[in-house]
């Protein structure tokens, strides 16, 4: 994948969106998606996290205006 | 042999001391705090 | 509990107090174990478990230095109870009062970024602050050019490049902090939209009459937006929660998203200020470029390839452990019945000759031989969570543990117990969801723990024979391997078991920070082993020592008139039946016997439930008193017979009697610990007895199981 996006939306439990949000996951944030294996690869500000699947299917990005789970 | 018995009499009474005065601590430790972990290291 | 108006200076006597705070990944341990050596003294914070590492240094001109250690944090906000205790400490609101001087953030210089999220937060706290940019080395290899003195101005504090690893950047960094504490503290630098300013400015007042001082009421206001649960630090302010949602509301009425402010206020300001204090060469400039650690990870990460190399490893660990350590442990065995017997040589015949030579030289060196063992399994631990795999493994094992209702979070304290319970239990700190954390921890102490590793080892080198299996395998190492297997298969069955019926509820989803592959920092990683070793051996010297003592004088009185015309061994073995460990020995026969097991295994048993290790000391001891002086102890095990003539202890017991102890929690730190953790007082007694029953019925049954089935199937 490879390609920058803009977060649009996080529908995840509160801990986890207080998580992200320090870790720089927040609405309107710039993210890159790295990569895809059983679960979601994003880069965040230089930080290489794994998200699970499922929280990874609360995430709404948004590449140069599609919307993309 | 007097003295042997003695001595040995003495370092057992002091080895019992010892495992009974951890075990008071570790109890009293459950409610404080304090470093009573000899067992870990991190 | 009033906090402080701002931090004190430090008094003629003091020592300067610095608090190390960082993310997790920055080389904050490195970088602690680099500034106080071996002088570190690990306890816990009062009050709760979290684990306290204080430690301290001295300034050539002889002023002293404290220094504690922090949890690693993402930011003051806290998810984890971990997270907790340091802004407790930061905001002088933990029970001790420790109250820093100066308070050192360690950045990663790699990632500033996220990592300056913290750092902008813990500036706002009236204390003054000091940044090590740590990982220095690494960020200039990446092409990240960073202009220090530009992020000095704009941030307002002393910034010190440092590379922990190497101990470069250390003396700057020392002079730095005696510096700082001598300046005003830094203050917020950027600034909100007014109409934010407005909504949070009753809500800050609220906090300030509270008694927090101007600065920090202001970062907790904007912090605590984003923050649902009530903090504990914070209980004694009234109305908080009322006026917090008064100012969120107000905050929407002016068209912002309150739980958002805090991350786009100060990841503004940080991006602002990147731009022109860093600059990245554009070859490695791409986030989303594949770097070295990307492609090892297509390997690591693999849907196949990754869990079988983590297979592998696995299998590395173990059986180097078992075989590596082999030559050093014959070194310490020689060296320690040299000594042993010199000194026995100096006392005359009697008492006290015999609790020297067969209490403390037979029972405190039988434990003393697995001192390489226990390094080795500490080292390969430590080279796998620098080095950065321990996350990859955690999330290869996060499929696995989603299936028992774990995290892959649970694996990391899972993998601790491997070296030791105690620490693995404390480690599920970092697990938020009570429910998960609980099960974990009432399944870390199956994973088998260094001190079981004496018994082990004993029973396989006396009943297993070396036959060679694989390259660089053999039976004992499988041996070995399948019982450490045993232990962390049932870990997840039980835990599966526990999540669906004691411990119900969702899995919560995972967030893994993979940090880059790096080389260990060797230095550091030398002296975390060595602690470990030095906390071994004063746990040898100490209460191994004094069982070892009391368990001679046990087998030792009351004295029995032997009959002179017996052999050696028969009299010392009348001698042994006739005393006090004897006698008990016999009475609890019955209850070991379907294992098949004899009474001095059976009393070697009871007594390692002070300390695994002591099975193997008071086997040492027994049969010291009751064998002759040169015989190794697994010989005497094989040549053991009952009354009847047959062997005493086949393979076949053996075996049964390591599952025993696979299952066992027979060590009373782990009882202690799981005590405070699972929330003290009444709840922590009741869960720490559930699991000592659990395991022990676990224990004598898969015991009791593999003897019958054994001799069932037609082994012996």
């Given at each position: 994948m490879?390609?920058?996006a ?28 790295v ?7 994003v880069?965040v500000n230089?930080?290489?996290?794994a ?8 995430i709404t990005v948004?590449?140069q205006?599609r919307?993309?789970? | 042999m007097?003295?042997?018995t003695v001595?040995?009499a ?6 019992i001391a010892?495992?009974l005065?951890r075990a008071?601590?570790?109890a009293?430790?459950?409610?404080a705090?304090g470093?009573d972990?000899?067992h870990?290291a991190h | 509990?009033?906090?402080t108006?701002?931090?004190e200076?430090p008094t003629?006597?003091?020592p300067?107090?610095v608090a ?6 920055t080389?904050?341990t490195t ?11 690990v306890?816990?914070f009062?009050?709760v478990t979290?684990?306290?590492?204080e430690g301290?240094f001295?300034?050539?001109?002889g002023?002293r230095v ?7 944090s993402?930011s ?8 907790r205790i ?12 420790w109250?820093?001087?100066v308070?050192?953030v360690?950045?990663?210089a790699?990632h500033?970024?996220r ?5 902008s937060q813990v500036?706002?706290?009236?204390v003054?602050?000091?940044?090590a ?6 960020a200039?290899e990446?092409?990240?050019e960073?202009?220090?003195?530009a ?6 504090v002393p910034i010190i490049?440092t590379v ?5 950047g250390?003396?700057p ?17 950027f600034?909100?939209?007014?109409e934010i300013e407005?909504?949070?400015a009753?809500l ?7 008694g927090l001082?101007t600065?920090?009421a202001r970062?907790?206001?904007?912090r605590?937006?984003g923050?649902?649960?009530g ?6 302010i009234p109305d ?8 969120r509301d107000?905050i929407?009425?002016?068209g912002h ?5 805090e ?9 602002e200020?990147l ?8 070859a490695s400039a791409?986030?989303?470029t ?12 693999h849907r196949?390839?990754?869990p079988?190399i983590f297979l ?8 180097s ?7 050093l ?5 020689v ?6 017997s010199?000194?026995?040589g100096?006392?005359?015949?009697g008492?006290?000759?015999s ?16 001192l390489?063992?226990i ?8 080279l796998l969570?620098?080095?950065g795999?321990?996350a990859r493994?955690?999330?290869?094992m996060d499929?696995v543990?989603?299936?028992?209702g774990l995290h892959g979070?649970?694996?990391?304290p899972?993998?601790?117990g491997?070296a ?8 599920t700190?970092?697990?938020d969801?009570q429910?998960e954390?609980?099960?974990?921890i009432?399944?870390v102490p199956?994973m088998?723990c ?7 080892t004993?029973?396989?080198a006396a009943?297993?024979p070396?036959?060679?299996l694989l390259?660089g395998?053999?039976l ?7 019982m ?5 298969v ?13 411990l119900?509820g ?8 993979l940090?880059p592959y790096?080389w260990?920092?060797v230095?550091?990683?030398a ?8 906390l ?6 100490t209460?191994i020592l004094a ?9 030792t009185?009351?004295?029995a008139d032997?009959d002179?015309?017996l052999g050696?061994?028969?009299?010392q073995?009348?001698q042994?039946?006739?005393?006090t460990l ?9 209850a070991?016997a379907p294992?098949?097991?004899d009474?001095?295994i059976?009393v070697s048993?009871?007594a390692s439930f002070?300390?695994?290790e002591?099975?193997?000391s ?12 040169d ?6 095990l ?11 202890y ?7 009697l390591?599952v025993f102890y696979?299952f066992?929690?027979?060590?009373m730190s782990?009882?202690a610990?799981?005590i ?8 922590g007694?009741?869960w ?5 029953a659990?395991m022990?019925v676990?224990a ?10 054994g001799r ?5």
């Amino acid at each position: 994948m490879g390609s920058e996006a803009t977060v649009v939306a996080i529908e995840c439990g509160e801990l986890e969106a207080c998580r992200l949000r320090a870790l720089g996951l927040y609405e309107g944030a710039q993210v890159s998606v790295v990569g895809k294996r059983h679960c979601l690869l994003v880069d965040v500000n230089g930080t290489r996290l794994a998200l699970g699947a499922d929280l990874a299917e609360g995430i709404t990005v948004r590449p140069q205006g599609r919307s993309v789970s | 042999m007097r003295a042997d018995t003695v001595i040995v009499a003495g370092i057992v009474v002091a080895a019992i001391a010892y495992l009974l005065r951890r075990a008071l601590r570790q109890a009293r430790a459950r409610k404080a705090a304090g470093p009573d972990c000899d067992h870990c290291a991190h | 509990m009033t906090a402080t108006a701002g931090a004190e200076r430090p008094t003629a006597t003091e020592p300067l107090r610095v608090a190390i705070i960082g993310n997790p990944n920055t080389g904050k341990t490195t970088l602690f174990n680099a500034l106080t050596g071996l002088r570190q003294r690990v306890g816990n914070f009062a009050g709760v478990t979290v684990e306290r590492v204080e430690g301290e240094f001295r300034m050539p001109d002889g002023r002293r230095v404290a220094v504690l250690d922090l949890p690693g944090s993402y930011s003051l906000s806290a998810g984890s109870p971990d997270e907790r205790i340091a802004l407790e400490v930061l905001l002088d609101r933990d029970r001790q009062h420790w109250r820093p001087h100066v308070v050192l953030v360690v950045v990663d210089a790699c990632h500033l970024e996220r990592n300056l999220f913290l750092a902008s937060q813990v500036c706002e706290l009236g204390v003054p602050v000091v940044i090590a940019l740590n990982q220095f080395d690494m960020a200039q290899e990446q092409g990240i050019e960073i202009d220090v003195p530009a992020l000095i101005s704009a941030i307002g504090v002393p910034i010190i490049p440092t590379v922990a690893s190497r101990g470069e950047g250390l003396q700057p960094l020392k002079r730095a902090l005696f510096t700082a504490a001598e300046l005003p503290p830094p203050a917020r630098r950027f600034v909100l939209p007014p109409e934010i300013e407005a909504s949070l400015a009753p809500l800050v007042q609220h906090l300030e009459h509270g008694g927090l001082p101007t600065g920090t009421a202001r970062m907790e206001a904007l912090r605590l937006l984003g923050v649902r649960r009530g903090e504990q630090h914070l209980a004694d302010i009234p109305d908080l929660a009322r006026q917090l949602d008064s100012a969120r509301d107000a905050i929407r009425a002016v068209g912002h998203t309150p739980e958002r402010e805090e991350s786009e206020a100060r990841y503004g300001w940080i991006g602002e200020l990147l731009k022109t204090a860093v600059r990245r060469r554009s070859a490695s400039a791409g986030a989303s470029t594949e770097t070295a650690s990307d492609r090892l990870d297509g390997i690591a990460l693999h849907r196949v390839g990754g869990p079988v190399i983590f297979l592998v490893i696995m299998a590395l660990v173990f059986q180097s452990v078992f075989s590596w350590a082999a030559p050093l442990q014959d070194g310490i065995d020689v060296v320690i019945h040299a000594i042993g017997s010199r000194v026995a040589g100096f006392l005359p015949d009697g008492d006290l000759r015999s609790l020297v030579a067969d209490g403390v030289f037979a029972g405190v060196g039988s434990v003393l031989v697995f001192l390489p063992q226990i390094a080795i399994l500490f080292a390969f631990i430590g080279l796998l969570e620098q080095s950065g795999y321990m996350a990859r493994a955690a999330f290869l094992m996060d499929r696995v543990m989603r299936r028992v209702g774990l995290h892959g979070k649970s694996f990391i304290p899972m993998l601790s117990g491997y070296a030791c319970a105690v620490p693995g239990i404390m480690a599920t700190r970092t697990i938020d969801d009570q429910q998960e954390r609980l099960a974990t921890i009432m399944v870390v102490p199956l994973m088998s723990c260094s001190a079981r590793l004496p018994v082990y080892t004993l029973l396989i080198a006396a009943f297993v024979p070396a036959t060679p299996l694989l390259p660089g395998l053999d039976l004992q190492g499988a041996t070995m391997l399948a019982m450490y297997l045993l232990g962390t298969v049932t870990a997840l069955l039980v835990a599966a078991l526990f999540r669906k019926t004691l411990l119900r509820g969702p899995v919560r989803p995972m967030i893994l920070e993979l940090p880059p592959y790096r080389w260990p920092a060797v230095q550091s990683l030398a002296i975390s082993v060595w602690q470990r070793c030095l906390l071994f051996l004063r746990r040898a010297g100490t209460i191994i020592l004094a069982l070892s003592i009391v368990l001679w004088a046990l087998a030792t009185y009351p004295r029995a008139d032997v009959d002179p015309a017996l052999g050696e061994e028969a009299r010392q073995e009348q001698q042994l039946a006739h005393s006090t460990l004897g006698r008990f020995g016999r009475a609890i026969e019955p209850a070991v016997a379907p294992l098949g097991y004899d009474w001095k295994i059976g009393v070697s048993i009871v007594a390692s439930f002070a300390a695994r290790e002591v099975f193997v000391s008071t086997m040492g001891t027994i049969y010291g008193v009751g064998g002759v002086d040169d015989a190794a102890l697994q010989d005497r095990l094989r040549s053991e017979t009952t009354a009847d003539g047959r062997v005493a202890y086949t393979p076949l017991i053996a075996v049964g009697l390591m599952v025993f102890y696979v299952f066992a929690l027979m060590c009373m730190s782990t009882i202690a610990v799981t005590i405070r953790e699972a929330g003290g007082g009444r709840l922590g007694w009741k869960w720490a007895g559930i699991q000592f029953a659990y395991m022990l019925v676990l224990a004598y049954g898969a015991a009791w199981l593999t003897v019958v089935g054994g001799r069932a199937l037609g082994f012996s």
